[in-house]
DNA sequence: TATGAATGAGGATTCATTCAT
DNA sequence: CATGAATGAATCCTCATTCAT
């Protein structure tokens, strides 16, 4: 009964954050008003204030959670496999995992709607943004390490440039339905991170 | 005379284009208010409407005319040089250009901000997100029918992550002051372009 | 036990009119919650609802019971001494013994606050200072029937003029530290009721 | 037709604020809305924010402008006459002038409603009521080289009892009708300042 | 054409009160 | 009896838009 309350109270907390993360991501900070939050979650405008402080709180508390789930998930996967080529693969295919999961989001997390949010998300974002790229760029070193990487290209600048390049595409999977074709596409990306665009000689 | 008057006039809207460019590129949309561009134009708040019927249109013109003028001058400049390796150089000098020129607004072209703004905004973006992407593809199918870009990727993909990439980059350039390292990576970005990251055999 | 129960019983009741009181005299009604008195009481919100009917019942036996209290203390007092003259002198020293034990409640009662209160408070404390300044009026015919007090002045309205004076005095006390000079102001106020400001002939 | 603007701005401005003492002498400072005041002078929610930047500005105003007045409207009159005992008679006269233009917010200059205003306001009502006793306590002054005082008495308490008495019988007159016997109060207040209660020797 | 005063719909937030446990 | 989670009415304030001049 005890845990029944807790269960009640944790899935009405829960419910806001689903619901402020639901329209959040179809409309952005401003337009996205407690009363609807209130409404989809199913509970009265006056009960967000019970879980959160203001509006601006929700949404970081938002936020963070989606993109500490992403971060920690993603570790873990990484952690399952061994050397820097199967790590950038398993990297591939989270992104997929956690778009259909937690669909447009993503755009938030990646496109930033930096300038949108209120500046104390800016920190936050790029917070999480560095937190991303510092990950790719640990599996760049370790690449270079064991030699499967070239070592002329500096790793934080690699890192940001897979981080901005996954970006893209997840944006693209997220307009054009490219579900059947993931594996080609995946492929592709993976052949052009190794050995880019120039031909072979 | 006559001109003049048309002049003044232009100038009034070319003003408040700008006054509301630079605000938006500081703030983004919806902390950005009428009153505000009004004032930093030079006119009244009540001006604004005589030259656009409505806040959503008066932004939407900012963006669209930035982005025309973007892509204008990107082929512009693209057009001057011979080989998709050159056109691909020349697009890496004239992001800088540009960033240098119009600064933040980068962000809201790059990072979308799709979400902070009306969904009216949506199509606009993705449209020049995706006209920009053409401009690239074109560049990687000129370099694989000479022959130097290798054909085994697609060049909407190839253009996509190129695309991306570049948003990162700039991004990246955006927060850190990359002003005097600029050519160092540029040619890091080249080379991972070109090559890839994968070790040379 | 059952005394036990009812003590705790009545034990609530005051701990939760004695935090009233406390935060009242701080912030005055409107920005007194439910909530922070409660708190100050140990009790839960909800337990405030056991006891009154609302806020508005809750503040009002808040002050009655401080103005009984307070009326009825000066009454006994009053009994304990023959004589207007000397009844006058015991009621300045009651006001200061009430001062420091209900400090800036005093304020409530004597500046009125009336506007800031409910119109139902309003009848409230009119009714209080009424009676009050009965009290007063008793006082002044009394000396005048001893002939102690001049009779060409209404005994109401020298109870008015006296009340006022009091509630001035007190103020006063209240913003500046009188305490050691208490009776010095005393004996001034003294005289100035009694002889007037008039330089003797 | 320059001045019809100015007029009717600076007659809405007016308005709104007249409007506002209505409003506030009636229910006092919480209970007091925006939209009411709105209402009553007769222009849109919004107009009030042209005028005044929050609520707390306009209330401020509104009783920095009564109070204003009123001490000038005092001094001018003092001014007229010589001698610390005609002044006190012109004193107890313009109270009454005053009260019947201002009617009740007389009270909220008197009563203080300080606890239950926000804390801005304590400071502006005692700074009020301060320069209020320096005005008597000035008179008393004169009075007392001129001898018509006793100096027995500190000219500052002295001037703080008459001012408490003189809100005291303020208070009454609000709430009694004396308006018919206005003369006879005057008389008696006045005897009662200059000779006190104490029968005559 | 240019203005800016005026407007009111809309949104974040508070808090007295209720009620299920 | 006691609790505190839940509620929504109520309020301040902002800002896009209109319109009289």
Redesign the pocket.
């Known amino acids: 009964?005890a845990m029944?309350?807790d269960e009640?109270?944790e899935g009405?907390?829960r419910a806001i954050m689903k619901a402020a993360l639901e329209i959040l991501t179809e409309k952005g900070y401003?337009?996205?008003?407690?009363?609807?939050i209130?409404e989809r979650a199913?509970?009265?405008?006056?009960?967000?204030?019970?879980?959160?402080?203001?509006?601006?709180e929700?949404v970081a508390e938002v936020i963070d959670t989606v993109v500490q789930t992403h971060l920690q998930e993603m570790k873990e996967q990484m952690s399952t496999v061994k050397g820097a080529l199967e790590k950038l693969l398993v990297l591939a295919g989270i992104e997929y995992t956690f778009m259909r999961r937690h669909g447009p989001l993503a755009q938030i997390l990646g496109a930033g709607e930096v300038l949108g949010l209120a500046p104390e998300f800016r920190s936050q974002m790029c917070n999480w943004r560095q937190r991303y790229i510092e990950l790719i760029e640990g599996i760049v070193e370790e690449g270079q390490r064991e030699g499967v990487f070239r070592t002329s290209i500096s790793p934080f600048l690699a890192a940001t440039i897979i981080f901005g390049a996954r970006l893209a595409i997840l944006q693209l999977a997220l307009e054009t339905d490219l579900e059947n074709r993931a594996d080609e596409v995946r492929n592709q990306v993976l052949e052009f991170v190794l050995h880019g665009l120039g031909a072979p000689v």
């Open positions: 009964m029944d309350a009640r109270t009405k907390k401003h337009p996205t008003t407690i009363e609807e209130a199913g509970v009265g405008k006056g009960t967000v204030y019970l879980y959160f402080k203001s509006k601006l929700l």
